[in-house]
């Protein structure tokens, strides 16, 4: 797949023609051994290679979570690498959900680990934490934007410990505050050519009124906003009113468990994907 184009064009693209559903490949080991695998570097294999024959071409963006081949070491990651090959192949968007953040040297590898025009098998885009600052995360957000890729980096996240840290206060600002600013102002320039913005957010669907209440403009980031917990997670259309106001056109909702449930069969997942992104697409209406 080229990526002489942006990100946020391909996104745009992708999404129109495949809905805006972001499926999960998540093989944990329980989801493994329940579809009746052994949970090993085969087991793993033989779920993926299923995950990407559903997916593949049907899908907008697909999320392979890499800690779960990174569990079986190199031969694992061999096995993501190879994932994130085929999906492009099949014209599908790839985001390695790795949460990477550091300083310096580390946070330049990182970067051209996952971003580089040189990259092993790069995705199209990855996650990234930003709580070593917004700033330390520079290297992947430019190199993401010479390459034609995208970022997604923490925002706002569901899980019971996000908020204290990031509805912390200094100066003024929340530190999720400060994350929303930053992606703005890297967003600015594809803004300014009625385009989508190769930073994105992650945004938990289910932060209730976090947004409003620290002051949050969602919508001015003008880059796409990752969000987990619809569906079988409990976000409904309200909460993503709620949360997502006037941004809502943005909004890649996730899904794993709700999707891949339907396992092991590969035409049992696709329709799965298919009827869920029809789902989403309607509580983004």
């Known amino acids: 797949m080229s990526t002489t184009s942006t990100f946020g064009q391909r996104l745009r693209e992708a999404t129109r023609r495949h ?8 093989p944990h080991r329980a989801l493994v051994e329940s579809w009746g695998l ?15 024959e559903a997916f593949g071409g049907h899908v907008a963006v697909v999320k392979p979570q890499s800690a779960f081949f990174e569990v079986f070491g190199s031969a694992g990651v061999a096995v993501l690498e190879e994932a994130v090959r085929d999906l492009r192949d099949a ?15 580390t946070m330049d590898a990182y970067a051209e680990a996952f971003l580089g025009k040189d990259a092993v098998d790069a995705p199209d885009a990855v996650t990234l934490s930003p709580y070593l600052g917004y700033g330390s995360l520079r290297p992947a957000i430019d190199l993401a934007e010479q390459t034609g890729r995208g970022v997604f980096v923490l925002a706002l996240t569901s899980n019971p410990e996000g908020p204290e840290v990031q509805h912390a206060v200094r100066d003024d600002r929340s530190v999720a505050g400060t994350v929303v600013t930053g992606a703005t102002a890297d967003n600015a320039a594809a803004a300014a050519r009625g385009e989508l913005g190769h930073v994105g957010l992650v945004v938990g669907a289910t932060v209730g009124s976090a947004v409003q209440d620290l002051g949050l403009d969602l919508a ?19 909460d993503l009113k709620r949360v997502f106001g006037d941004a809502l056109a943005n909004v890649l909702p996730a899904s794993s468990r709700e999707v891949l449930g339907a396992g092991p069969d590969v035409a049992a997942l696709r329709e799965r994907a298919a009827r869920t992104s029809e789902a989403m697409a309607s509580l983004l209406a």
């Open 19 to 26: 809905g805006p559903l972001c499926a999960g490949i998540d």
């Open 38 to 52: 052994t949970y090993d570097l085969d087991g793993l294999r033989a779920f993926t290679r299923s995950c990407v």
């Open 91 to 105: 014209g599908t968007l790839v985001l390695v959900d790795a949460k990477r953040g550091d300083i310096g040297t």
């Open 220 to 238: 001015a980031v003008n880059g796409p906003l990752l969000a987990p917990g619809v569906g079988a997670q409990g976000g409904t259309a309200e």
